[in-house]
C-alpha cells in the first residue's frame, strides 16, 4: 500500500530562475525520502494508455501521487486543489466543490450553465466525464493522478484540444488496506478509509470510502445566527471486484458520490469602483473579513452522482483486447444569492454598498445519463514496431432547469427556463509507433471523430416586473442541431541520446465539437458556437543526472487556435452567451526534482504561459449598467459598452506560475520523524473576456506545511494549508454589482492514519 509514503518531493520544475525570463511549472511524483539515497526512482504513466515511463513519454505530462497528494488533500480539499501543483494547470469554480472549470495553457471556459463545454477532459479510470458535475467527482484512494497538456484527442474520449487531467485509482488484487482521519479549523472532518481483499481463486475486492465535514464558518451579520454558511457534507464510495483467470481480467465498478451543503458566497461589492483589492463590509478602508458576509437570499447545493462500469480484457499474446463500458447518473440543486448583498437600492435598507436589484437564482439537473463504450486493441511487444486502435462510443441525455426568483427567499419563481439538450458522438481511431535500435522512436496516430447535439429550450414562466428585459412574455421553445466531424491526427519524435538525456517533438491538431447554450431566464435566445480546432507544437528534453538523483525536464510550445469556444458571461443581462475567435499561445514549462542526500528531497518549478485572443473582429460588452466597473479595452466605434478583446490574455489564465516542495525525514526509534512543505504561486488573473480593474487578482500565494512521525504502519501529524491565509477573489459575477467569490481560508489540524 502507498499510503503516506515517506515524504518526498514532487516534480516541479526549474525554470532556471538565473534567466529570470520565464519560469514554469513541474509535475511531481512523490519518492520516499528515506530512499532517496538511492535516486528518485522511476515513474510509470499511463499517458499513453500503456504503462511506460515519464522520461520515455514523447508527452508533456507531469504527476502527482504518494506524498502530495495525501498533503494536498488532508483539509476536506475538492479537486480544485490540484490547481497550480502541475504545470500550467488552473481549476476554479462559480459553484464551489460540485462544478470545477479547468484550464491548461490558458485554454478553459468559464460559462457557468450546467452544460457547458470544456477544453480540458477528466478521464476518471479511463472514463471520459462529459458534464461539469461529474468532473468534481472527489479525490480518494488514488494510485495517480496525471495532467497531459496538449491535445490528446487520438486515444482519449472527446474534447481534449487543451489537454487532460487522468485520474487512475487504486484497483483490487491485494489484501490490506488503509484507514485515515483528519480533523481541522471549523470542525473540518476527513475519514478516509480503503480495504481489500483477494483470494487464491483470481477473485479480489476493494472498497474504498470518505467522508468529508465542515462546519458552517462564515457569519451572515444579516441573521441572528452566530454561523450560517460555508458547510458541508461530501461523501463518497467505491466498490470494485475483480475477476483474473490467466490471459483474462474483470472488473465490475460501482460509484457514488452525495453531497449537501453551501453553494459558492458570493460577496457584493468587494472591490471600490477602480481597485481590484478585497475590502470589508464597510467599503473602502475597512478590512476584509473572510468569514462574514451581508445577504438576505437563500443558499443551498445538493449532489447525487451514480456510477457503473465494467473493464475487461483478454491478453491474447501478441496483443491485447480491451472493452470499457460505463454509465453515469446524476442530479443536482444549486440555489445562491446572486446579487452578494441585502435589499437593493431602492428598498429602505441595502448593502454592502451599492445593490441596484435583488438577483436570486436556482440551477437544477433533474437528470444527467452519459453512457460511454470503448472498444481497444494494443500490441504487447517493447521493441519494434507497436500499435492501438479502436472504437469510442458516447451517449448523453440531460435535462436542466433555471429559475430566477423576484424576492430573496421566495420559494415560488418569478421565472423558469428549461433546457433539454442530448448529444452523440463517436470515433475510430488508432496508433502506430516503431524503435529503432539506434534510440530513435517515431509515433503517429489518428481519430475521426463525429458529434451530433440537439438541443431545445424555452421560457414558460415569466412574471417579472417591467424592467427586466421583455416582462411577462413567455418565450416558446426554440430548438437547434450542431454536428461536427473531423480527422484529427498526432506525430512525434524520440531519441534517446543517453540514459541520461532523451529529446522529443510533437505536433497535434486537437478538436471539440459545436456547443449550444439556452439560458433563457433572462435571454429570449439560444447562441451556438462552431466547432473548435487546434494546432499544437511542442518539443522538449527529459534528463536524469547523478545516478537518478536529479531529474530536469523542459517543454516548449505553440497552438493556434481557429474558433475557440468562449463564452461572453454576465453583463447587463447576466446570459452566458457563446462565440468563436481565434487565439494564439506560446510558452515553457520545466520541472526538477531532486534527492540530494538520504532523507532530503525538493522540487520547484514554474511556466511561463501567453495564450491570448487573436482575432479583430472579436468584441463583447462589458459590466453591466449597474456595475462601476473600470473597463480598460478600447470601445468598438459607434457601440458604447461594447468592447475590443483582440489582444487579451485569456481569462483565468496566469502568464507565470511557480511551485515548489522540499520534504526533510530522519529516523527516530522504530521510525522517522518527517517534514514536508509545498508552495504555488501565480500571477495576474483577468475573470471575464474583457479586461476591467475591479475584476481581476494581482496575484495568489498558497502554501502548505505538514509534520509528523510515522512507522511502517502508523502515522500521526499536523498539517495547515493556505499557511499564510491569503485571500484572493477567484471569480466575479459583473451584471448587478462588483461581486466576487474567494479562495479557501487557511486550514489547520491533526490527522492520524494507520495501514493494514
Not at 409 to 437: K, L
Not at 587 to 605: H, M, R, V, Y
Not at 630 to 636: E, I
Amino acid at each position: 500500500m502507498r499510503y503516506f509514503p515517506p515524504a518526498t518531493a514532487i516534480a516541479p520544475v526549474l525554470a532556471i530562475l538565473a534567466a529570470g525570463s520565464w519560469a514554469a511549472p513541474a509535475a511531481a511524483q512523490d519518492t520516499p525520502a528515506a530512499e532517496s539515497d538511492s535516486g528518485l526512482g522511476d515513474i510509470i504513466v499511463t499517458a499513453q494508455r500503456r504503462e511506460e515511463s515519464l522520461q520515455d513519454v514523447p508527452v508533456a505530462v507531469s504527476v502527482l501521487s504518494g506524498n502530495t497528494l495525501d498533503a494536498i488533500t488532508s483539509s476536506g480539499s475538492d479537486v480544485r486543489v490540484l490547481a497550480g501543483r502541475v504545470p500550467s494547470l488552473n481549476i476554479e469554480s462559480s459553484f464551489g466543490r460540485t462544478f470545477p472549470r479547468f484550464y491548461i495553457r490558458g485554454l478553459g471556459n468559464t460559462d457557468f450553465d450546467l452544460n457547458a463545454s470544456q477544453p480540458v477532459s477528466l478521464v476518471y479510470d479511463d472514463v471520459v466525464l462529459e458534464n461539469p458535475i461529474l468532473k468534481g467527482f472527489p479525490i480518494f484512494d488514488l494510485d495517480r493522478v496525471e495532467v497531459l497538456r496538449g491535445p490528446q484527442g487520438t486515444l482519449f474520449g472527446r474534447n481534449t484540444p487543451a489537454g487532460i487531467v487522468k485520474f487512475d485509482t487504486v484497483k483490487p488484487g491485494k489484501t490490506g488496506g488503509y484507514a485515515r482521519a483528519s480533523y481541522g479549523r471549523y470542525g473540518t472532518t476527513q475519514v478516509e478509509v480503503a480495504a481489500g481483499a483477494a483470494d487464491d481463486n483470481g477473485f479480489s475486492v476493494r472498497l474504498s470510502t470518505l467522508f468529508q465535514h465542515r462546519d458552517n464558518w462564515v457569519d451572515n451579520i444579516a441573521t441572528t445566527k452566530a454561523k450560517d454558511l460555508g458547510g458541508y457534507d461530501d461523501i463518497a464510495a467505491r466498490l470494485q471486484l475483480q475477476y483474473e483467470n490467466g490471459s483474462f481480467t474483470g472488473r465490475v465498478t460501482g460509484q457514488v458520490r452525495i453531497y449537501d451543503g453551501s453553494a459558492i458566497i458570493f460577496r457584493a461589492n468587494t472591490q471600490v469602483p477602480g481597485s481590484n483589492k478585497l475590502v470589508g463590509l464597510g467599503g473602502a478602508g475597512t478590512e476584509f473579513e473572510r468569514d462574514k458576509v451581508y445577504q438576505d437570499g437563500l443558499n443551498f447545493q445538493k449532489l447525487n452522482t451514480y456510477n457503473a462500469g465494467l473493464n475487461l480484457e483478454y491478453d491474447f499474446g501478441p496483443v491485447t483486447a480491451y472493452s470499457i463500458t460505463s454509465y453515469w447518473n446524476g442530479n443536482f440543486r444549486s440555489r445562491g444569492d446572486i446579487d452578494g448583498g441585502f435589499g437593493a437600492v431602492f428598498l429602505p435598507v441595502s448593502g454592502p454598498g451599492l445593490i441596484p436589484f435583488q438577483a436570486q437564482s436556482q440551477d437544477n439537473v433533474p437528470s444527467l445519463d452519459q453512457f460511454t463504450q470503448e472498444i481497444r486493441i494494443a500490441s504487447n511487444n517493447s521493441g519494434g514496431l507497436g500499435y492501438q486502435f479502436g472504437a469510442f462510443y458516447f451517449d448523453e441525455k440531460l435535462d436542466i432547469s433555471s429559475f430566477e426568483f423576484g424576492g430573496p427567499t421566495d420559494a415560488t419563481p418569478s421565472a423558469i427556463a428549461v433546457q433539454r439538450q442530448d448529444s452523440e458522438a463517436y470515433g475510430i481511431f488508432g496508433s502506430v509507433n516503431y524503435a529503432f535500435d539506434n534510440g530513435f522512436k517515431l509515433q503517429a496516430g489518428a481519430r475521426y471523430n463525429h458529434d451530433t447535439r440537439d438541443f431545445v429550450a424555452s421560457r414558460p414562466v415569466e412574471t417579472r416586473p417591467p424592467f427586466v428585459v421583455s416582462p411577462n412574455t413567455p418565450v416558446p421553445p426554440q430548438a437547434a442541431t450542431v454536428k461536427g466531424k473531423l480527422l484529427t491526427w498526432d506525430a512525434s519524435a524520440t531519441y534517446e541520446a543517453s540514459d541520461a538525456l532523451t529529446f522529443y517533438a510533437r505536433v497535434a491538431r486537437g478538436y471539440r465539437a459545436p456547443s449550444v447554450q439556452g439560458r433563457l431566464t433572462f435571454s429570449r435566445t439560444i447562441s451556438t458556437a462552431d466547432q473548435e480546432e487546434t494546432m499544437s507544437y511542442e518539443a522538449g528534453i527529459k534528463t536524469a543526472f547523478f545516478d537518478d538523483r536529479v531529474r530536469f525536464n523542459l517543454t516548449g510550445y505553440y497552438f493556434d487556435t481557429k474558433d475557440l469556444q468562449l463564452t461572453a458571461v454576465g453583463g447587463t443581462s447576466n446570459v452566458a452567451s457563446l462565440l468563436n475567435v481565434d487565439a494564439k499561445g506560446h510558452g515553457i514549462e520545466a520541472e526538477l526534482q531532486a534527492a540530494p542526500a538520504k532523507g532530503l528531497t525538493f522540487s520547484i518549478g514554474g511556466a511561463w504561459n501567453v495564450a491570448e485572443i487573436d482575432d479583430a473582429n472579436a468584441f463583447v460588452a462589458g459590466c453591466g449598467s449597474a456595475t462601476p466597473c473600470t473597463v480598460l479595452d478600447p470601445a468598438r466605434p459607434g457601440s458604447p459598452g461594447i468592447f475590443s478583446i483582440d489582444g487579451n490574455q485569456l481569462p483565468q489564465s496566469p502568464k507565470w506560475t511557480l511551485n515548489g516542495t522540499a520534504g526533510y525525514e530522519f529516523p527516530v526509534g522504530n521510525g522517522a520523524i518527517y517534514a514536508f512543505t509545498d508552495w504555488y504561486y501565480r500571477s495576474k488573473i483577468q475573470f471575464f473576456l474583457y479586461q476591467a480593474v475591479e475584476f481581476s487578482d494581482d496575484k495568489m500565494i498558497e502554501g502548505g506545511l505538514r509534520v509528523g512521525y510515522r512507522t511502517d504502519r502508523f502515522d500521526v501529524a499536523g498539517f495547515v494549508r493556505n499557511i499564510t491565509n491569503d485571500e484572493s477573489p477567484t471569480g466575479g459575477i459583473d451584471f448587478n454589482n462588483i461581486t466576487s467569490y474567494v479562495n479557501e481560508p487557511r486550514i489547520y489540524g491533526v490527522e492520524a492514519s494507520v495501514k493494514f
